[in-house]
């Protein structure tokens, strides 16, 4: 971006600020250059008039820019209303704007860290939208392995009735595993990787209304998009009308 456009982003700065807490100061070079490069990809966004967005994050943002996007994540999600999911997982994408048009929710996704008896433990490893946050945005400036500064989202997260949803292929036809459960405050844990002390990530963990044996059977990601309330009836009724077998 050109020098002309240092008010438009010390303008987005300052409302970072006054939004999210930060548990420390953050370095300011990693809050401006996370801004530009939001705000350049909210230019391709709206020039190309897309309904979501996914980065590669390990081998995209990390590897080529030495820069962890969960930063930009936040903003796509929070400024724009759009979904965003890490490592252009197009299925995951489009699993997410199924159930953003179906339930009017912005469709996080969560990724699976362990599965126990009676429940599985979900989080991410960057951001949640502000939507899934439980009382205020807590940011953690951090660094994970060898790469650059990153602003990490390690907010609480949301508890109650949960949808989560995934779509898949099974030869040349779409699947969607769908299921139920009830979301409840996780466990401390820690994810390995990350500069000590390790940040408490993002998490929930989720007892399902199925057998986790049954569950386990039939997982298709490590990605799966969460949605709050019972939402399996108009989700199954939107596969009938086009196709799409659930299992």
Sequence with gaps: LKNTDMS????LINKIKN????TKPADE????????????????????NYNAISI?????????????????????????????????DTLG??????????TEQISAYFEFYEFFEEKVLMGVPD???SEVVEGKIIVMPTKFGSFNEGILNVSKVKTGKVT?????????KFIMHLLTGKAITPYSWEEVGWSPPAPQLPSIEIVLDVPIDDFAQN????????????NSEILQEFAKLVGIEII
């Design 164 to 172: 989560l949803c995934r779509l898949s292929t099974k030869k040349d």
């Design 127 to 129: 951001f949640v939208p």
């Design 19 to 22: 939004n999210w807490v930060f």
């Design 56 to 88: 590669i994050d390990v081998d995209g943002m990390k590897k080529l820019e030495g820069f962890p996007p969960a930063m930009i994540f936040m903003l796509i999600s929070d400024e724009l209303k759009i979904p965003t999911i890490p490592e252009n």
């Design 8 to 11: 438009q982003i010390n303008g």
């Design 219 to 230: 997982v298709l990601s490590q990605h799966y998009i969460l949605t709050y309330g019972d």
């Design 93 to 102: 994408s489009l699993t997410q704007l199924i159930c953003k048009n179906l």
């Design 29 to 48: 070079n990693t809050l401006i250059k996370g801004v530009k490069y939001y705000l350049s990809l909210k230019k391709k966004i709206v020039e190309n």
